[in-house]
């Protein structure tokens, strides 16, 4: 009997997951006799029992016409001169024009409406009373349903965020102290942090760590934010996995120091810090899918399974994409699934490239460096050395893992990534690993206890030092991007990125541990070279 040859080491999330993102993609882009000619292909093409990854496909392509009737019959349509209520959730602009704002706890004539409203004011004078987050408002307007349209980012960006709703004043509004229970709760706590940080950091530095914290850029200075972007460095403002992984080392050192070894009552805590972190900041995709993530981490290590990265992360795609199809559309959820695809397939490999770089290093500083450190009373120097090289080795790995995962994301929307970003994230990452759990502690301690807020005061200096570091980088043309985002532009047309990215991941499913198939003879040779040094 013929034996079969497996090629790839599979998963079962990461196939449904796969699926369900084509139908999704298919049912939003193409018409019915496409999807039905895919459907029968892969009907072709999966045998025996992979056949029933098909129901995958299925629901993919019927959610999305179904959540557009959902859609259209769950929200009121446009009413002149209503009476509205809600709760300012967050400021989006504010200039000499106006301002603009999303309110929560919506009502209408009395009515709860579901999801936010986007509150646009030509005329900001017209509000008695400041307008900050937590506070209630009244007013007379229009409101009027935003139409979903799948293929325009404007409709995708409002609905992803539960946004379904646009107002326009035409009276006076009235501010006040917020009564709307829960909607309140997450902006009244956000203000009080909002009103510390200002208390005691300068107004741009106040602004970064708010963002830091909330993923919320209003207050952000329009420089600040063109130095972040050119250094490749935006991502520390977009609450995700590398902010709950901040706070899950943090939470895993408090653990340590009180001595709690239980670990089912360590992941509780942990899973219940993280959902009122959530509700916070505000359930967005990758917040979703940050929290979904460290749930299947833990109940993996709490049950003494083996965890698995890719599966994880597809289990948790799963799980979002069937809450709302639309997420797939979603340039944070991608950027955020591509950085931990990125983390989960090459972590390992280019790990093992740096170690074997790192020993040849190591070993012109320190000839005898590998007996000095089997030794037991091994240098101080040889141990501070290794130490360094550690912190420094796995941030650059993460750094060049994630952005292999978005490479072909950022060519698509931004041009490319920035050559300042391998080098800024050495630096900055390490450093908002440390700043973002202590603003957040201090924070909390400073609502509960106001005198506390000044624990925030020694932010200040850190948060300019970082700032003045970004500047660096994003002063140079070439470091900031610009000329790789003028070759992207020149090279690939209009269509051509979506080719490129299918191209560009089927080439890191070959490069990475999935395929275990055959191998260019240079892959061996770095698997050989790696297993010398090991053995070493």
Request: proline share 3%.
């Amino acid at each position: 009997m013929r034996k079969k040859i497996k090629i790839f080491n599979g998963r079962f999330y990461a196939a449904a997951a796969l699926l369900l993102s084509a139908g999704i993609f298919l049912a939003v882009y193409a018409n019915a006799f496409l999807i039905a000619a895919a459907g029968f292909f892969l009907f072709l093409v999966l045998g025996g029992r992979r056949k029933l990854f098909l129901i995958f496909f299925i629901i993919g392509a019927a959610y999305v016409p179904i959540a557009l009737g959902v859609y259209e019959s769950k929200h009121n349509e446009t009413r002149p001169n209503a009476s509205i209520e809600g709760v300012i959730d967050s400021l989006i602009s504010e200039n000499a024009s106006g301002v603009s704002f999303y309110i929560n706890g919506l009502k209408v004539d009395g009515e709860r409406y579901n999801g936010r409203a986007r509150v646009v004011m030509s005329d900001k004078t017209i509000a008695d009373g400041a307008l900050e987050q937590g506070l209630a408002v009244r007013f007379t307007g229009e409101i009027s349903k935003y139409n979903l349209y799948p293929k325009v980012n404007f409709s995708m960006h409002a609905y992803n965020r539960g946004c379904y709703y646009g107002v326009k004043p035409v009276s006076d509004v009235s501010v006040s102290k917020s009564d709307f229970g829960g909607a309140a709760v997450a902006a009244a706590f956000r203000r009080s942090v909002y009103s510390g940080l200002n208390a005691y950091l300068s107004a741009e530095n106040a602004g970064v760590a708010y963002a830091l914290m909330f993923g919320d850029r209003t207050d952000i200075t329009d420089d600040v934010a063109s130095a972040y972007k050119n250094a490749g460095l935006m991502h520390v403002f977009a609450v995700s996995g590398l902010h709950f992984g901040f706070l899950f080392a943090f939470l895993a050192g408090i653990f340590r120091r009180l001595k709690l070894k239980n670990r089912t009552v360590r992941n509780i805590l942990t899973f219940l810090i993280f959902l009122a972190f959530a509700y916070v900041c505000g359930f967005s995709p990758s917040v979703m899918r940050s929290v979904i993530m460290i749930t299947v981490y833990s109940y993996a290590a709490a049950s003494g399974r083996k965890n698995d990265r890719l599966n994880s992360l597809s289990f948790a795609a799963v799980l979002i994409l069937l809450i709302n199809p639309f997420f797939l559309f979603d340039l944070g959820f991608v950027l955020s699934f591509t950085a931990v695809l990125g983390l989960a397939l090459f972590t390992r490999k280019i790990g093992g490239v740096m170690t074997v770089i790192e020993n040849g290093l190591m070993t012109k500083i320190f000839p005898d460096y590998r007996k000095e450190l089997k030794r037991a009373d091994t240098p101080r120097a040889v141990r501070t050395a290794k130490k360094l090289n550690g912190a420094i080795k796995n941030s650059l790995v993460m750094t060049f893992s994630a952005n292999v995962g978005v490479f072909p994301v950022m060519c698509a929307y931004f041009g490319g990534i920035p050559l300042a970003a391998f080098a800024a994230n050495i630096i900055v990452v390490p450093a908002v690993s440390v700043l973002f759990p202590y603003l957040l502690a201090a924070s909390v301690i400073g609502v509960l206890f106001p005198p506390l807020q000044a624990l925030l005061a020694p932010t200040d200096f850190v948060i300019g030092a970082v700032n003045a570091f970004t500047n660096l980088f994003s002063q140079n043309a070439f470091l900031a991007g610009e000329g790789l985002a003028a070759f992207v532009s020149a090279r690939f047309g209009e269509h051509a990125p979506f080719v490129f990215s299918l191209l560009y991941y089927a080439s890191l499913l070959y490069l990475s541990d999935v395929y275990i198939g055959p191998r260019l003879g240079i892959i061996r040779k770095l698997k050989a070279l790696k297993r010398n040094e090991n053995d070493e």
